[in-house]
């Protein structure tokens, strides 16, 4: 008699539009946090761990104690809430003050400059964004950014996420009186696509992109409740086909109904998973302007080793493939042209009609489709490239 092993069941390497089980969603989203889980946290709220920041402050000196903090928010993290709070994170009161003021300049000037500093998920007016403020801060005042930065709360938190070599990335985010929240969204790097083009990216970059930034958030004001701030589900990082899911009506009725919020107080900082659900709460005041410093931490590890001009390649590549006949021009497009958006200058190149800006092989196909000339091409490329500068 031939008897033969079975296979093991394989399970699908690519998600669909439509994969995500809502009731393993709430089941997973349910859970309740282990206090025991976190005994550094000095209480737990709403199921998020809260950290005092002189207690960080004092294990950043030992670096035993400074392992095993980091070794806890890992955790919370990966396998927890997925959320901290850090009270006094920046806990000099005179540096946020002074970082504000050079916020609120930069706002102003920008305003005057007539720059359309959009959301990503919110209505155009809502809020007023300052795209790269890391940068601009620092150049601003950099003995304020110095200080601020500082921060051993900031730092533990991104090497604890992202280990050490993390690049730091700011967006100011001041969500006027009556500024309306957020759609509830996962965040970058598939959150920001839409659902048919993460659909195109195998189930395994679904589980690496949430490992790859890390978010956080520095509260530049007091913010009770009623300035809504940032709108969290809990555990939710944990529901693997989240990034496609989440926009759907179910599951953003179920956040509408079960988000949780935590007033800070100025100076406190927010760190997560950006693959929490979450989104900027509704400011119900009349008089209050939210101001958050909002810091996107990514891994160093997401760069390609070598250096290279691409549109250097694209310029000599542009006449050869005009002139082919074939198929095959896609495959060269993706061996050669920049397919990703990011990073780019915001301010000077911002989304249009979504939520990400065209990208240089995006440029190169229209190009093609439309027979455009040398000249005309190659101007849309340094266009771009300047755009791109900061």
Known sequence: MNIQTPKPHR??????????????????????????????????????PVYDGAVVDAAAGNPANCQTLMEEWAHV???????????????????????????????????????????????????????????????????????????????????????????????????????????????????????????QYPSHIHAVSPTLTLQGAVAHCDMPLDTGPTMLLPFSQQFFEGYLAFSRPEFQAYFAANHVQLPLEKGDAMFFNPAVMHGAGTNHTGDRFRMVNLLQVSSAFGRAMETVNRTRMVRALYPVLKAAVGSDAENVIAASAEGYPFPTNLDSNPPIGGIAPKTQADYLRDALAKNQSEAEFFAALDALDLRNQS
């Open 11 to 48: 399970a699908p390497l690519w998600l669909r539009a439509d994969s995500g089980d809502f009731e393993s969603f709430r089941q997973i989203v349910s859970q309740t946090t282990d206090a025991s889980q976190t005994p550094l946290a000095t209480e737990v709220l709403r199921n998020i």
């Open 77 to 199: 993290f990966a396998q927890g809430a997925g959320i901290i709070v850090i009270r006094q994170g920046v806990p000099d009161q005179d540096v946020i003050d002074r970082a504000s003021v050079v916020f609120d300049q930069i706002i102003a000037a920008e305003k005057q400059a007539a720059k359309g500093s959009g959301d990503h998920f919110a209505k155009p007016g809502a809020n007023d964004r300052i795209w790269n403020s890391l940068e601009k801060h620092c150049m601003a005042d950099p003995a304020n950014f110095a200080a601020y930065f500082g921060s051993n709360s900031i730092a533990l938190a991104s090497k604890a996420w992202l280990g050490p070599a993390y690049q730091m990335t700011a967006q100011v985010n001041r969500v006027n009186p009556g500024g309306a929240a957020q759609t509830p969204h996962r965040d970058y790097h598939l959150g920001f696509m839409s659902a048919d083009r993460m659909a």
